[in-house]
């Protein structure tokens, strides 16, 4: 008699968060560039080490894995696609980054969020989890949701790290918390011999 396994285009690599090649820059002093100051005031403001960070997306992981079995994850960049690519890994699952933003580095700041890229076409007929580091507003979720659906996946929840307690709930979270939070990626990288 013959076996029923699901087939898989091959293992999945793991992600690794951190590169060996990569030396981090002490989490002495905040970092130059706020992202994502929480609208209507701040709770304080909340440091997360990359061990605490590790455990976090692990427990986020298993928490989905009890309700959702995606077959691909979908990392908003920026701090989606660390949170991202380590709950792929966590989950076993395929990674695919994408850029959404509503903020933009350049000069012009948009007042609604727009694709960079393009969503996956790999994603059709798929389970697919969007994730990003922190829901606020949800605008950016909710537009790479309706990308991922427009390529036809055939599921799509979604998931931050952290969530906001007045604002979007995705459909998974690590923690609902009005802190303002330091990822571990907000710190400038350096060199060997210490120069950004």
């Keep these: 008699m013959k076996s029923r396994r699901r087939k ?8 690794v968060s951190i590169p060996d090649d ?17 609208s209507g005031g701040s709770s304080g403001v909340r440091e997360l080490g990359w061990a ?3 455990r976090m997306v692990q427990s986020m992981a298993r928490a989905i894995r009890k309700r ?3 077959d691909a994850v979908v990392g908003v960049a920026h701090g989606g696609v660390f949170v991202g690519g380590a709950v792929a890994s966590a ?3 395929e990674f695919y980054p994408v850029r959404i933003s509503r903020r933009s580095r350049d000069k012009l700041v948009r007042k609604s ?3 960079f890229g393009e969503m996956p076409k790999e994603l059709k007929g798929r389970k ?12 950016t979720l909710e537009l790479a949701k309706e990308l991922a659906r427009k390529v036809k996946a055939k599921e799509v929840e979604t998931a931050a790290l952290v969530s906001r307690s007045d604002g979007y709930t995705p459909d998974h979270s690590a923690v609902t918390s009005d802190a303002f939070f330091v990822f571990p990626w907000d710190y400038e990288a350096i060199t060997e011999r210490g120069v950004p």
């Design 8 to 15: 898989h285009p091959g293992k999945v690599p793991r992600i």
């Design 128 to 139: 697919v989890l969007i994730v990003d580091d922190v829901a606020a507003s949800g605008e």
């Design 22 to 38: 990569v030396v981090l820059a002490p989490q002495a002093e905040a970092p130059r560039l706020v992202a994502d100051e929480p």
């Design 113 to 115: 969020p727009k694709l």
């Design 52 to 54: 605490e960070f590790d």
């Design 91 to 93: 989950l076993q699952c």
């Design 68 to 70: 959702f079995q995606p």
